[in-house]
């Protein structure tokens, strides 16, 4: 390779990395082209009790971006299912967590009361690339003494995807199903 081929290629590796995501932050709305996505924590006889005083938490429910896709976190409900008055908010009874890739995230690092309903949830906005790995976690009592509330934590999220994950570029002049191309499928091609 002769030194113009090199720096084209290294302007063309420039160019790449300088390409923004395909959702952007300020994207409130889900469009014609997203794919709408909802997880809900297990009911019935597979639901999930509040773990004890020192046990670890467990996982309420998670979701996986897949692959070549990025997405938005845009929903979220935690709740308890109990009779009233068997947990009281802030009482430290119990604890929820929201993590990405296993790291809090912020804001919703430690959660001592129900947040929305499944009928209302809170609007939220987190950023996913695709494999990210988006958890609600429970946690028993929180402080010394404290006894878990009787019934079952249940959570729900609800988001989109778009095509083009990390690594992902919009190549407008592709036609309709190849517009978003990761940069390992064009090397690949380039290669064969």
Not at 39 to 62: D, E, K, M, W
Not at 69 to 97: C, E, Q, Y
Not at 120 to 145: C, K, R, S
Request: proline fraction near 8%.
């Amino acid at each position: 390779m002769n030194a113009d081929q090199q720096r084209v290629l290294q302007f063309k590796r420039e160019l790449l990395h300088s390409q923004k995501p395909t959702i952007q932050p300020e994207a409130n709305l889900q469009t014609g082209s997203t794919k709408p996505w909802q997880v809900i924590s297990p009911g019935g006889q597979a639901q999930i009790a509040y773990p004890a005083l020192n046990a670890n938490a467990v996982i309420l429910c998670s979701y996986t971006v897949p692959p070549g896709m990025s997405g938005v976190l845009k929903k979220l409900a935690i709740v308890h299912n109990g009779a009233a008055g068997s947990f009281v908010d802030n009482s430290g009874d119990a604890a929820w967590h929201v993590t990405l890739n296993g790291a809090s995230v912020p804001g919703y690092e430690t959660i001592l009361c129900q947040l929305g309903s499944f009928e209302i949830p809170n609007d939220v906005y987190v950023f996913l690339q695709e494999n990210d790995t988006l958890a609600i976690w429970v946690q028993g009592p929180v402080f010394a003494g404290g006894v878990p509330p009787v019934g079952y934590p249940a959570a729900l999220m609800t988001g989109y995807l778009a095509y083009g994950g990390q690594g992902t570029y919009y190549n407008p002049t592709a036609g309709p199903h190849h517009q978003y191309q990761t940069r390992r499928h064009n090397a690949q091609r380039r290669r064969a």
